[in-house]
């Protein structure tokens, strides 16, 4: 091994040796190495040198190490050296150090198990994989599934993707991410969203077919292969699956720390739903069948939740809810089953207890009897040729029976789902082609291996033998396409081993057949074996101590069978009488069950710890005879294998080795045993072995040429640069076998791309010290001047500076003693003061302590006598009170005895009849008094009855007045109470401040006694806190100076905060802007693809004429009607285009649907809108009924005025007929006739007067109504709050002097109102009343000011009319001499004197101060301006009948003059010289329009919209002309004031547009063209609108041209909204052509030549960097952004317009760029990123030379330069770290780890970054806020806005060109 590259195994040189630990060591040579020598001198990294002896045999010498440019390559292939440590160590390094998961090895993908959740698997970074080469991106599951999807749709073949590996090292996971890509991607044909139904049987299958094991919580026991059906367009159909290997075992029995299937604990998770109540179910540490694990719970996983998951996924997939609560009663009853006690009856026999509730849950919820289950548990039933016996079973027999059952149920079970999946994932229709996705066990050996191991290494056998020929067929390809001799590779062939299996007297025959023994076992088998292989073939062994096992040399490694159990369970049988009892169910879902069960063969259940179960051959007929149920588990793997294989050679295989890197699941942590184990067993080292074997490493020529420059010398170079490779070579490598020249590449073996760099290190290595060398010298010499010229310096300054230190100690000596005498001097004086403030305090306390003792006793000997003299006192009294007391019981005792005795004697005496007597004397008399008085009163009584009956109404009144008195009372007396309560507490509040104050009183004497004790102290104090003083007023003003500071910085922050708030509002108005732009294409993108399905459902179904609906309702409604007439006729010519598409009817309802979703929100918003106006109006409706009701009691008295008023007028109209016949009759007196014009215009005048009579009659009458309106209510809010007046009716009032006197009318009324309550009781008569009369007065005061206004009226008239006469002579003499001028002079010179005429009447009534008259004047001078400007529009009408009588006769004289010499018709004359009106007249009068005839309009649309051509037609006119004639058609549509016209213009105009665009929406010529259109019709409809801010900067002219009839600003929204969709189609327009050059020109092209260097590959070639002829450069970007911009400039897009479009090809070039940078480990390096900011650079040259730095273009390429900056900045040290995250604010933490991560050095002088690094830089960006997305998003489009740009080009000016052919149009 490696003795041909013993010239490299020199000092330094790097090796790997064995290690028991880490596998593979790395050393290095201290000693260089001769051949023959035995030992290897070596240093390991860690600086321990060791001696390594060479097998003295052999010689090999150990592995060499790669350069370490090449680890952490992306393929294992091209690795220089490919041997086992150099695969180990290169996915190590991606994995610990670069966190990639992802390894190509040739064509397998290596998957590592991360064992945490990565954000790669976005739909971001499906969109990112979907149609790139493989080579071209990083590896990943994406990557193998784009390359298979492309395969089966180029090649037309169908693929397989192979996953395989260890439980644990995710499998399964990777088969689901392959099949979502797959559902993304590629989409469904039809309505069934077939690939949501295919992403739901996951959750399915691995509730019922994954479990927890040791080394996996989610681990798959059973293989299956998915079949995804594809049509003819590649889009998902359906799906079909077949599965392999259920562990049935598990189901009755799982190890410590393993569970059951997931399925039995998610129904117990979920026992408590009402509607699993009937399953009684518990926990899951209450069954048998799941508790044996010990841990029934996974962390992190929610079984409830997940149980909601598979009930749904059974939903989606069709099974409905009563199938699935039968799925859960035979689970329930599964795991009641295993909790049946069977109990010992003897030795022989067992039974089970009577009434044992789980089996009677069991017999109900599976539907059979409880005798028959419970007898046949216990028993068996034996056959012989004549009778058959039932015979007891023992106790362990009937328990393997049980769990036999439970066993043969779930896999029942189980197969019944699966075939029920394959159902709802059917295809309906044909199948064109399928990718299969085969997720199945990897090779597994343990410490016991049994039966399951031996199928699943078999099955493994077949898979590797099925890959090694794939992988030497394409080798074999290779080397003949490039036409380069080769030899036969040797590879493993494991035939012999597969031979050994299953040939005839193989393993599994040989099994077969002990099984059909009768007194078979696993001992006699076991010698078969012996007996047949042991001699025979060499990988068939014996264990040296065991007869009962066997050793097969697998090739992956040996393994050790254990023969029990092998013949049970390969049998796999069951109790026949149980399952006859189970057939006999009354449960029709477990009858479907074993509807075809087979016979058990044998009494007996199996034993065995697994089970395995093998889905039937699904082409096998549906009617079996018995035969086939007997098939063994061997035979049916082996048939169901056989299939498999078939099917797998009939596809193009990839595959996916996945690789557990350790057995703990921790995160990111690489076992190197492990991994070793399973690249072994995985077949991933027996690709490298073959790919070693031949040659592995391949360049191009470009490539290597590139690559090894370094090494020609100049004269080498040729123009060819083949044969200059080949030249080189050969001085390079001398041995020819070394190498082989294909057609396009160069074949190197194992190690001489190691050896070329190498030469090409060293030969740079040694320019480098050369050019340091020099550098070095220059650098010594500069350092060592400027070192001499500071000695020198440092020198002075050192000597002054002793000098100057020896002046300052003597100084300071002097003044220290002057200090110290003054401090001695101050000490003593201090001590001395002390003294003698002490000794005269001391005294002072002790004289007032002497008084105060004297004090207190006198003080208490007053008190004590003080206290005897009030005991006295009270002892006194207490001796008379009770005294009195005493002699008040006395005497009451006394009198009580006395007045009983009296009330004694009366009762005596009232019985005694002479006493009645005595009381009865003249009761008769009073008896008859009483009854004369009864009548007396009864008369009186209905006297007053009667009154009462008058009363009772003022009574009621007077009640109800009483009442609100009574309230108001009340009211008063609760604030009355409140009061008493205040005052209560205000007292007690008073009561206890005053003690307080006698409280404060007392302490204030005791705070004075102390004050003047502590007043000395005080001043002490005082002094020294003056002192203090001085001191704070320094740290004040510090202070002050601080918080000023403080204050700038605080305002300064919050000016950037107000920035970052106002930065914010706009980024979430773009948000919002962007959101509704997105909204509105979703809704055009639907409305397109419903318009074309309704047009092919049309071609077989024809559709009635559509209806119009009015444009000016609703802009949504105006855009669902632009199917106008022309667009039908266009759809009928386009017939049999659309015939020939075909509609697809499940895309239509699809679309249907979501379309009719969206026009149901649009209803439902309409209708909501609907509704608040529906509530407006129904509030103002009884607004308005309240007013009516509010005016009813006004109506007579308002219609006698009102004929009051019409009496008035009338006299006003007699007066004005008198004047208008005196007139006349003045008129007729004078020269000119009653016709005349001065007449007309007198006349006119006077009729003007007279409508402006009625318009103030009018006014008055309106007015009148709304003050009755308002004093009513007035009168109905009078009782609540004040009056206030009816803004609506003072808004509806004309002149502001009659709204003053009507409020102050009515103020006066609220003052001056007299107190009703007096007049009635509630006042409301009077308050009517009263507003009567003053409505009274207010009306008779206006009539009377309106009848002197009229008055003043007529006599204005009358002076009106003495002037008028005057003017009537100065008309007829202006009207003699305009006779006499031309017809085209006339108009000014008219003109002329009317403007004369007003300025000088302007001038006089300036003179005049009656405001009357100015009014007046005003008025007049309106009106006539009104007649003139009538005048003027009738002469244009006039002018322009003649101009087209002018036209049509020239027309005719044409045809004439073209006519002469052909017959002309008697009737004709062509020689009459008939002149048109010149030119310049014509364009003068020309007024900015278009006339067209209603049936040109189709015509009109068609020759200027759907035939006009950007190219050739266009190019010549002027910007944005369609939009101009547009317009000015629309203008005469407005002028003409004929809505229909409009409308349709309108409406035909945008469905054309869109019709040319959905036509031809690639063609970036068009859609600019018709976007600069469409935003200058938008701009002419704002222009020409009206609005006063869209007027600004228009002329006097351009106003002239603004709309008059039509507010037309709905449709400018809908206009809007069609540039918004045309805009995003040049969007995406655009970015379909860039697309494709970003890549190759932004990364893969060298702009600077020989800056990057080119990497060795692998298998997976990449794009080549060079510049080939196909290839894109960034010349080839900047070109297509030349010819975008000139584009558009030429067709006149805005300015602002332009700026957004580039700033949106800025976005997608750098977020492209960047997301494959991010993609791409090739691209991460130093010189990559020097050619990235060159290539920026050039893009920002090219936005200066177009004037587009302001656009916001180059802030949208910040994260590629940020990224470009930090593959060049040093990553190193924590300074390093600290820059990057302050210069990274544009790119998230995920994108600077990852490139950080990926970042690859491409020579030996520069180093990778280090994980302390990587770790450092995600600790300080921690806290960042910001989206975990790793990818920018290339869809993102910025929010488009269209400022208002008016035109400065006047539309009369504008010209037709005749190549338009609208020769139909008339300008007016």
């Given at each position: 091994m490696n003795q041909e590259l013993h010239y490299m195994f020199v000092k330094f040189a790097r090796v790997w040796i064995p290690d028991a630990e880490e596998v593979w060591k790395s050393a290095e040579l201290v000693k260089d190495y001769k051949p023959g020598d035995g030992i290897l001198h070596l240093q390991l990294e860690e600086g321990q040198e060791i001696e390594h002896k060479l097998d003295p045999k052999t010689k090999?010498?150990?592995?060499?190490?790669?350069?370490?440019?090449?680890?952490?390559?992306?393929?294992?292939?091209?690795?220089?050296?490919?041997?086992?440590?150099?695969?180990?160590?290169?996915?190590?390094?991606?994995?610990?150090?670069?966190?990639?998961?992802?390894?190509?090895?040739?064509?397998?993908?290596?998957?590592?198990?991360?064992?945490?959740?990565?954000?790669?698997?976005?739909?971001?970074?499906?969109?990112?994989?979907?149609?790139?080469?493989?080579?071209?991106?990083?590896?990943?599951?994406?990557?193998?599934?784009?390359?298979?999807?492309?395969?089966?749709?180029?090649?037309?073949?169908?693929?397989?993707?192979?996953?395989?590996?260890?439980?644990?090292?995710?499998?399964?996971?990777?088969?689901?991410?392959a099949m979502r890509y797959f559902a993304t991607v590629s989409g469904s044909a039809s309505e069934a969203n077939v690939e949501e139904k295919v992403l739901a049987s996951n959750p399915i299958m691995e509730s019922i077919g994954n479990a927890k094991t040791t080394r996996n919580d989610n681990s798959s026991r059973f293989g299956k292969y998915i079949e995804i059906g594809f049509d003819k367009r590649f889009h998902i159909i359906g799906a079909n699956m077949r599965t392999y290997l259920l562990e049935k075992s598990r189901v009755v029995f799982q190890a410590d720390e393993e569970r059951n299937y997931h399925i039995f604990y998610q129904l117990c998770a979920s026992s408590h739903l009402p509607e699993l109540k009937t399953l009684k179910l518990g926990k899951a540490d209450e069954f048998h069948y799941t508790k044996q694990g010990g841990n029934p719970v996974i962390d992190g996983v929610n079984d409830a939740k997940e149980m909601t998951n598979t009930r749904q996924a059974f939903t989606l997939l069709g099974i409905n809810e009563s199938y699935q609560m039968g799925l859960f009663n035979i689970l329930a009853s599964i795991l009641h089953l295993g909790n049946v006690e069977i109990k010992d009856r003897d030795a022989d026999s067992c039974q089970v207890p009577p009434n044992n509730s789980h089996l009677t849950v069991f017999c109900e919820l599976m539907g059979v009897t409880y005798q028959d289950m419970s007898h046949w548990l216990c028993h068996r039933k034996l056959k012989t040729a004549n009778e058959t016996y039932i015979k007891t079973t023992p106790k362990l027999q009937a328990i393997n029976s049980r769990d036999a059952l439970a066993k043969h149920i779930y896999a029942k079970l189980f197969n019944w789902i699966v075939d029920h999946v394959n159902q709802a994932l059917h295809a309906n229709v044909k199948q064109h082609s399928f990718i299969g996705v085969l997720d199945i066990y990897g090779f597994e050996t343990f410490e016991i291996n049994s039966f399951e191991q031996f199928c699943i290494n078999y099955a493994n056998e077949k898979l590797q033998q099925q890959f090694n020929m794939h992988v030497f067929k394409l080798e074999q390809e290779e080397y003949m396409k490039e036409q380069i001799p080769w030899t036969l590779i040797d590879f493993y062939d494991n035939q012999p081993c597969i031979n050994l299996i299953e040939s005839k007297m193989g393993i599994l025959d040989l099994l077969d057949e002990e099984c059909k023994m009768p007194k078979g076992s696993d001992d006699s088998w076991a010698q078969k074996l012996y007996n047949t292989h042991l001699k025979t073939c060499a990988l068939f062994e014996k264990p040296r101590m065991s007869n009962r096992a066997f050793i097969i040399q697998h090739f992956a490694d040996k393994v050790e069978y254990q023969c029990d159990g092998f013949l049970e369970k390969n049998k796999d049988t069951v109790n026949e009488e149980q399952i006859n009892v189970l057939k006999a169910s009354k449960f029709d879902l477990l009858v479907e069950l074993f509807q075809d069960e087979e016979k058990a063969t044998t009494p007996t259940g199996p034993t065995g710890k697994r089970m395995l179960s093998v889905k039937p051959d699904p082409r096998g007929r549906p009617n079996q005879s018995s035969k086939e149920h007997k098939k063994t588990v061997g035979l049916q793997f082996r048939n169901s294998l056989h299939l498999l294989m078939e099917t797998l050679n009939a596809t193009t295989p990839h595959y996916v080795r996945c690789i557990k890197p350790n057995d703990f699941k921790y995160p990111f942590t690489f076992d190197p045993k492990r991994a070793v184990q399973q690249l072994r067993a995985c077949g991933v080292l027996e690709t490298i072995r073959i790919s070693a074997a031949g040659f592995p490493s391949r360049w191009t020529y470009q490539e290597f040429f590139s690559r090894y420059r370094v090494l020609m010398k100049q004269k080498d170079v040729l123009a060819d640069k083949k044969l200059t490779c080949k030249n080189v070579l050969e001085q390079l490598v001398q041995d020819q076998d070394k190498y082989q020249f294909g057609k396009t590449k160069i074949f190197f073996r194992a190690g001489q791309v190691a050896y070329l760099e190498k030469l090409r290190a060293d030969k740079l290595r040694a320019a480098c010290i050369r050019i340091q060398k020099t550098?070095?010298?220059?650098?010594?010499?500069?350092?060592?001047?400027?070192?001499?010229?500071?000695?020198?310096?440092?020198?002075?300054?050192?000597?002054?500076?002793?000098?100057?230190?020896?002046?300052?100690?003597?100084?300071?000596?002097?003044?220290?003693?002057?200090?110290?005498?003054?401090?001695?001097?101050?000490?003593?004086?201090?001590?001395?003061?002390?003294?003698?403030?002490?000794?005269?305090?001391?005294?002072?306390?002790?004289?007032?302590?002497?008084?105060?003792?004297?004090?207190?006793?006198?003080?208490?000997?007053?008190?004590?006598?003080?206290?005897?003299?009030?005991?006295?006192?009270?002892?006194?009294?207490?001796?008379?009170?009770?005294?009195?007391?005493?002699?008040?019981?006395?005497?009451?005792?006394?009198?009580?005895?006395r007045a009983r005795r009296e009330l004694k004697k009366l009762k005596i005496e009232a019985r005694s009849v002479q006493h009645y007597k005595k009381l009865n004397i003249g009761m008769e008399n009073k008896i008859m008094q009483l009854q004369r008085r009864i009548e007396e009163q009864s008369k009186e009584n209905k006297v007053i009855n009667e009154r009462l009956n008058g009363l009772e109404s003022s009574h009621a009144v007077e009640t109800e007045k009483l009442k609100k008195e009574v309230g108001r009372l009340r009211n008063a007396e609760e604030d009355a109470k409140v009061n008493s309560n205040k005052v209560t507490s205000l007292l007690e509040e008073l009561a206890r401040l005053r003690q307080e104050l006698a409280t404060t009183q007392k302490d204030k004497k005791v705070i004075e006694d102390w004050a003047e004790k502590y007043r000395d102290e005080m001043e002490q104090m005082v002094s020294e806190l003056k002192e203090q003083n001085g001191l704070l007023k320094g740290e004040k003003e510090d202070l002050n100076r601080l918080i000023q500071e403080q204050s700038q910085q605080m305002t300064e922050k919050m000016k950037r905060v107000l920035q970052e708030e106002t930065q914010q509002l706009e980024s979430d108005l773009n948000e919002e802007r962007s959101r509704y732009q997105n909204l509105l294409t979703e809704h055009l993108r639907l409305e397109e693809r419903y318009d074309d399905l309704k047009e092919s459902i049309t071609i077989a179904v024809p559709k009635p004429g559509h209806r119009r609906t009015d444009s000016t309702h609703s802009s949504n409604e105006s855009e669902s009607t632009y199917m106008s007439e022309f667009a039908e006729s266009e759809e009928g010519s386009r017939a049999g285009e659309d015939m020939t598409r075909g509609g697809d009817m499940s895309t239509f309802l699809k679309m249907q649907k979501r379309v009719s979703e969206l026009e149901q929100d649009k209803h439902s918003l309409q209708n909501e809108l609907d509704r608040r106006e529906e509530q407006f109006q129904r509030a103002r409706a009884r607004d308005d009924e309240e007013h009516k009701k509010a005016r009813s009691a006004e109506l007579e008295y308002?219609?006698?005025?009102?004929?009051?008023?019409?009496?008035?007028?009338?006299?006003?109209?007699?007066?004005?007929?008198?004047?208008?016949?005196?007139?006349?009759?003045?008129?007729?007196?004078?020269?000119?006739?009653?016709?005349?014009?001065?007449?007309?215009?007198?006349?006119?005048?006077?009729?003007?007067?007279?409508?402006?009579?009625?318009?103030?009659?009018?006014?008055?009458?309106?007015?009148?109504?709304?003050?009755?309106?308002?004093?009513?209510?007035?009168?109905?809010?009078?009782?609540?709050?004040?009056?206030?007046?009816?803004?609506?009716?003072?808004?509806?009032?004309?002149?502001?002097?009659?709204?003053?006197?009507?409020?102050?009318?009515?103020?006066?009324?609220?003052?001056?109102?007299?107190?009703?309550?007096?007049?009635?009781?509630?006042?409301?008569?009077?308050?009517?009343?009263?507003?009567?009369?003053?409505?009274?007065?207010?009306?008779?005061?206006?009539?009377?000011?309106?009848?002197?206004?009229?008055?003043?009226?007529?006599?204005?008239?009358?002076?009106?009319?003495?002037?008028?006469?005057?003017?009537?002579?100065?008309?007829?003499?202006?009207?003699?001499?305009?006779?006499?001028?031309?017809?085209?002079?006339?108009?000014?010179?008219?003109?002329?004197?009317?403007?004369?005429?007003?300025?000088?009447?302007?001038?006089?009534?300036?003179?005049?101060?009656?405001?009357?008259?100015?009014?007046?004047?005003?008025?007049?001078?309106?009106?006539?301006?009104?007649?003139?400007?009538?005048?003027?529009?009738?002469?244009?009408?006039?002018?322009?009948?003649?101009?087209?009588?002018?036209?049509?006769?020239?027309?005719?004289?044409?045809?004439?003059?073209?006519?002469?010499?052909?017959?002309?018709?008697?009737?004709?004359?062509?020689?009459?010289?008939?002149?048109?009106?010149?030119?310049?007249?014509?364009?003068?009068?020309?007024?900015?329009?278009?006339?067209?005839?209603?049936?040109?309009?189709?015509?009109?649309?068609?020759?200027?919209?759907?035939?006009?051509?950007?190219?050739?037609?266009?190019?010549?006119?002027?910007?944005?002309?369609?939009?101009?004639?547009?317009?000015?058609?629309?203008?005469?549509?407005?002028?003409?004031?004929?809505?229909?016209?409009?409308?349709?213009?309108?409406?035909?105009?945008?469905?054309?547009?869109?019709?040319?665009?959905?036509?031809?929406?690639?063609?970036?010529?068009?859609?600019?063209?018709?976007?600069?259109?469409?935003?200058?019709?938008?701009?002419?409809?704002?222009?020409?609108?009206?609005?006063?801010?869209?007027?600004?900067?228009?002329?006097?002219?351009?106003?002239?041209?603004?709309?008059?009839?039509?507010?037309?600003?709905?449709?400018?929204?809908?206009?809007?909204?069609?540039?918004?969709?045309?805009?995003?189609?040049?969007?995406?327009?655009?970015?379909?052509?860039?697309?494709?050059?970003?890549?190759?020109?932004?990364?893969?092209?060298?702009?600077?030549?020989?800056?990057?260097?080119?990497?060795?590959?692998?298998?997976?070639?990449?794009?080549?960097?060079?510049?080939?002829?196909?290839?894109?450069?960034?010349?080839s970007i900047l070109r297509q952004l030349n010819a975008f911009h000139s584009i558009m400039c030429q067709h006149g897009t805005d300015p602002e317009l332009i700026k957004q479009v580039v700033k949106q090809q800025f976005y997608i070039i750098g977020a492209v760029t960047l997301n494959n940078l991010l993609l791409r480990k090739d691209m991460c390096s130093w010189s990559k990123g020097m050619q990235i900011r060159y290539n920026v650079s050039q893009l920002e040259e090219w936005l200066r030379e177009k004037n587009l730095m302001m656009c916001s273009a180059k802030e949208t390429l910040e994260p590629l330069i940020q990224a470009a900056q930090l593959l060049q900045v040093k990553k190193k040290t924590d300074e390093d770290a600290e820059a990057i995250c302050s210069m990274c604010n544009a790119l998230t933490t995920s994108q600077i780890v990852k490139v950080l991560n990926l970042y690859t050095p491409l020579n030996e002088f520069e180093e990778r970054v280090s994980v302390t690094f990587i770790r450092t830089i995600q600790t300080r960006l921690r806290d960042r806020m910001e989206s975990p997305q790793l990818l920018m998003d290339t869809k993102m489009i910025y929010p488009v806005t269209f400022p208002f740009n008016p035109s400065s080009l006047a539309l009369e000016t504008i010209q037709i060109p005749t190549s338009l052919n609208l020769a139909f149009l008339t300008r007016v």
């Open positions: 090999n010498l150990p592995h060499l190490r790669n350069p370490d440019i090449l680890v952490g390559e992306n393929d294992l292939t091209a690795l220089s050296y490919l041997h086992e440590p150099a695969v180990l160590h290169n996915l190590k390094v991606r994995f610990i150090d670069s966190k990639l998961i992802y390894t190509y090895c040739g064509i397998v993908l290596v998957a590592i198990n991360p064992y945490e959740t990565l954000p790669i698997y976005g739909a971001d970074i499906i969109n990112a994989y979907s149609g790139q080469n493989m080579g071209d991106m990083d590896p990943h599951i994406f990557a193998v599934a784009e390359e298979a999807y492309k395969q089966m749709a180029r090649d037309e073949r169908n693929q397989s993707i192979i996953v395989s590996g260890e439980s644990g090292a995710g499998k399964t996971v990777s088969a689901k991410y550098i070095r010298c220059w650098l010594a010499r500069k350092k060592y001047l400027r070192m001499k010229k500071a000695s020198v310096t440092i020198q002075r300054f050192v000597r002054g500076h002793l000098a100057r230190r020896l002046v300052k100690f003597m100084r300071r000596t002097r003044s220290a003693i002057i200090i110290q005498k003054y401090q001695r001097m101050y000490v003593e004086r201090t001590r001395f003061k002390r003294k003698k403030a002490a000794a005269l305090a001391m005294q002072c306390i002790l004289r007032a302590y002497l008084a105060r003792q004297s004090y207190n006793k006198l003080l208490r000997e007053h008190k004590t006598i003080l206290i005897q003299k009030m005991v006295r006192g009270w002892l006194a009294r207490q001796w008379y009170k009770r005294s009195m007391a005493a002699i008040v019981y006395l005497q009451c005792c006394v009198r009580r005895m308002e219609s006698l005025k009102r004929q009051e008023l019409e009496s008035e007028n009338k006299k006003l109209k007699h007066n004005l007929n008198d004047m208008r016949q005196l007139l006349s009759g003045n008129a007729g007196a004078g020269s000119s006739a009653p016709g005349s014009p001065a007449y007309k215009v007198l006349l006119e005048q006077l009729n003007s007067a007279n409508e402006e009579l009625d318009v103030r009659k009018d006014e008055v009458l309106i007015l009148r109504s709304q003050l009755v309106s308002h004093k009513e209510a007035m009168q109905h809010k009078e009782t609540m709050t004040e009056p206030m007046s009816h803004p609506e009716d003072l808004h509806k009032m004309k002149d502001a002097g009659e709204i003053t006197q009507a409020y102050m009318g009515l103020k006066d009324n609220n003052r001056s109102a007299p107190d009703y309550h007096k007049m009635n009781e509630d006042g409301e008569l009077w308050l009517v009343y009263e507003g009567l009369k003053e409505t009274n007065r207010l009306l008779e005061s206006q009539l009377q000011m309106q009848r002197r206004r009229g008055e003043e009226e007529v006599e204005g008239l009358r002076g009106e009319l003495q002037r008028m006469k005057e003017e009537n002579n100065r008309q007829q003499q202006l009207l003699a001499q305009n006779l006499q001028l031309p017809p085209e002079a006339r108009i000014e010179a008219s003109l002329q004197h009317e403007i004369t005429r007003l300025t000088n009447e302007n001038l006089e009534m300036q003179n005049t101060d009656d405001p009357e008259k100015i009014r007046q004047y005003r008025i007049s001078v309106l009106k006539r301006m009104i007649d003139l400007m009538e005048q003027l529009e009738k002469q244009d009408k006039t002018v322009r009948k003649l101009k087209k009588q002018l036209k049509v006769f020239a027309k005719k004289i044409g045809e004439l003059e073209v006519g002469q010499g052909e017959s002309v018709s008697p009737g004709q004359t062509v020689d009459e010289p008939i002149r048109p009106v010149n030119i310049p007249r014509r364009e003068k009068d020309f007024q900015g329009m278009l006339e067209y005839k209603k049936e040109d309009e189709l015509k009109l649309v068609k020759n200027l919209i759907l035939e006009l051509k950007p190219r050739g037609v266009a190019v010549n006119l002027i910007p944005g002309l369609p939009a101009y004639i547009l317009f000015m058609c629309l203008r005469h549509a407005d002028y003409v004031n004929d809505d229909q016209k409009v409308r349709s213009l309108l409406t035909c105009t945008i469905n054309s547009i869109k019709k040319i665009l959905k036509k031809r929406g690639d063609d970036f010529e068009t859609v600019s063209f018709w976007l600069s259109n469409t935003c200058r019709f938008l701009h002419c409809l704002k222009q020409y609108s009206g609005d006063e801010q869209f007027m600004k900067h228009n002329s006097t002219k351009q106003n002239e041209h603004c709309l008059s009839n039509f507010d037309l600003a709905e449709y400018r929204q809908v206009l809007s909204d069609l540039a918004i969709q045309i805009y995003q189609q040049l969007i995406k327009c655009m970015e379909n052509i860039l697309q494709p050059m970003i890549v190759s020109g932004m990364l893969e092209h060298e702009t600077i030549q020989g800056v990057s260097g080119i990497k060795p590959t692998g298998l997976r070639k990449r794009t080549s960097s060079i510049a080939d002829e196909g290839t894109y450069t960034l010349e």
